[in-house]
Every structure is written in C-alpha cells, then in structure tokens.
C-alpha cells in the first residue's frame, strides 16, 4: 500500500494546495467564510468528476506509454501535464468564448472574471459541436481497438470475435462512425444538424490524421535509419496521440463542469486537480506492470472509451447527468479487473493441478 501511494504524493500536495485556492476564490468572490468553503467544495467534487471521467483514460495512457521510449514518456507526464491542466482546462474554454462572442482572448479572460454567468453560457452554447468532435474520435478509438483481425485476447468473446473478424473490411470503423454521425443527427433540430456533422467529421478527420502520422513515421522507419531516430518518430506519433485523446476525453468533464460552477478559475483548478491523479495513476500502471497482470483491464478501458463516446453524442438532445458517465466507465474498469482476478486464479490453479500430476 505505501509502495503505491508515492505516486500520488505529488498530486495529494497539489489537491491540499487546489482546495486552499478555491477557498480563497470563494473568499475572494463573496467576502464570507461560507463562500470560501462552498468554492472550496466545489474545487474537491470537481476533482472526483475529473478522475472518475478520465479513470478509463488513464488505462489507456498506459497501454501506449508501456511500448514508448522512456524519454517521450517522460515529457508526455511533464509536457502533457501541462497542456493537459493549462491548455484543456483554460485554454480551450477562453478559445471556444473568443470564437463565438468574437472577442480576443484577453477579453474572454476578463468576461469569464467579471460576468462569470455569460461566460458560462456561451461555453455550454457550443456543446453540440464538443460532443460530436470528442464523440467521433473517441469512437474511432474504441472501434479501432475492438475491429481488428489480428486481436488474440478476447474478454466477452460472443461479442468481440464477430468485431474482430470485421477488421479485415478496409475502413469499416469510419464507415460504422459517420452511420453514427448520422444516426444521432437526425435527432437533432434541423438547425443543428450542420453544425453536428462538421463537428464530427473534425472528429474523424483528427484521428485520421494522427494515425496517419503515426503509420507514416513507422514506415520511413527502414534500414537507412538507425535505432534512435526510429524511437524518436514513434514516440513522436504516440506523443501525439495521447495529446488529441486526452483532449477528447477533457471535452466532456470542462462541458460539464459548468453545471456545478461558472467561475473558469474555480474549474481549472478542480479538473486539474483530478487531472494529476489521473497522470499519477497511468505512471503507476506502467511503472508496475499491471496491464500485464491484469489480462481484461484494457478491455474494459476500452469499452469504457465507446460508451463515453456514446454518452457525449447523446447529450447533444437529451441531458445524461456526469455520475451516469463516471458510473458507468468506473463499472467496466471494475468488472473487467474483477474477470482478471478470476482468469489469474484459474491459471494458477491449472499450473498447480499440472505440477501435482508430473
């Protein structure tokens, strides 16, 4: 147990900090004690909502980092962090203002600090376009893990052998995206229905993109190269990867967050704080080798990965409440760790029925 808690010292310090922060914003804002500890709450739940969002996240952060060069992986856990707390959390939602009211960023800023109610407004008025993006990557994602001819592992083998078998139709997982695209389009408000499918099709172009890269990296990787060139450029292309997927899956906890709270600082500091315990577990999880140990995790993390991406189309036409998506993600994590304890056990108790025989 103390072995794996010095993973998270770094981000229990940084929570303690978060917390104390909030409260002085809370203080700040209202000039009471009540206040203070209201934002200071606020700050902690935020925390909660950002790592049982990004907990399937974490998983498969690191079944990409347990192949990457130890250098890349290293400033994905340091520069990522910060793309991810500063870019993702602030960032994205001063751009997403900056776009819509038409104002320069520095404007947004002050907008967000002073009129924190139009702030969040004009956030929440672009999630039909979030949603369909971080959707359509995020399933491409899981489709990509689930289709392909060669899997070898299967965990709810009824459903996943048909899956695989589809991986050798060229650019099925696009096909049975856009059919989703449009499936969830024709529910929408005809005025809508545009701006979804671009949106999407972003969506889809991005991780068309970034996959591109990464097979176009692989093979220049030839002869003519040596060894350290062709780590870079893989590490580059997965760097990559995880950059865009981390993206996706901090779309739907900033939308989100704004149910709880308008004030931008106030969720910067919450998402980022669960953000941290996020990137402490996936160092864990390499670190020691657990994907390895536990055969199901991956899977559920990417079962997770489909019913969130699911989840963020249907909440472009009806409201599904954050503990449903946390909830349920949690539950495919749980379950799939739970089926490999049981596949551990009976292993062993084969091994050791072969051994008493010899």
């Known amino acids: 147990m103390a072995g794996n808690l010095k993973y998270f010292t770094g981000s229990i310090a940084t929570a303690v900090l978060g917390i104390v922060f909030g409260a002085y914003i809370g203080h700040y804002y209202t000039g009471t004690t009540a206040g203070a500890l209201q934002y200071a709450f606020i700050v902690f739940v935020l925390s909660i909502l ?197 993206a996706s899956f901090s779309f739907d906890g900033v939308i989100g967050a704004f149910a709880l709270s308008n004030n931008l600082f106030v969720i910067a500091i919450g998402l980022g704080t669960g953000a941290m315990f996020v990137r402490s577990l996936t160092i864990m999880l390499v670190e020691k080798g657990t994907l390895a140990e536990y055969r199901y995790l991956e899977h559920g993390a990417f079962y997770a990965i489909i019913v969130l991406a699911v989840i963020m189309f249907l909440k472009t036409f009806v409201h599904v409440p954050e503990a449903v998506t946390g909830l349920l993600g949690a539950a495919f994590i749980v379950v799939s760790l739970w089926s490999s304890l049981r596949h551990n056990k009976r292993e062993a108790a084969e091994r050791a029925a072969d051994g008493g025989a010899a």
Do not use: C
């Open 50 to 246: 950002e790592i049982s969002l990004s907990f399937d996240n974490a998983v498969v952060n690191a079944t990409v980092l347990k192949d990457m060069d130890a250098v890349w992986r290293h400033r994905f856990m340091t520069w990522g962090i910060a793309i991810a707390v500063f870019g993702m959390r602030i960032v994205f939602p001063v751009a997403i203002v900056s776009i819509i009211a038409r104002v320069g960023p520095i404007d947004a800023v002050v907008l967000a600090a002073t009129r924190p109610d139009e702030y969040s407004a004009i956030i929440t008025s672009a999630h039909i376009s979030v949603s369909a993006f971080g959707g359509a990557f995020l399933a491409m994602v899981g489709l990509k893990h689930f289709i392909d001819a060669e899997k070898d592992v299967f965990w709810i083998s009824w459903f996943e052998r048909p899956l695989a078998k589809l991986g050798r139709v060229d650019a099925v997982q696009i096909g049975i995206s856009l059919l989703l695209l449009w499936g969830v389009s024709t529910q929408l408000e005809e005025h809508e229905q545009l701006t979804f499918l671009v949106a999407g099709i972003g969506g889809l172009v991005t991780y068309i993109a970034v996959d591109g890269v990464s097979a176009f990296l692989d093979a220049s990787n030839d002869a003519a190269h040596d060894l350290a060139g062709a780590v870079v450029r893989s590490g580059l292309a997965s760097f990559l990867y995880l950059e865009v997927l981390d």
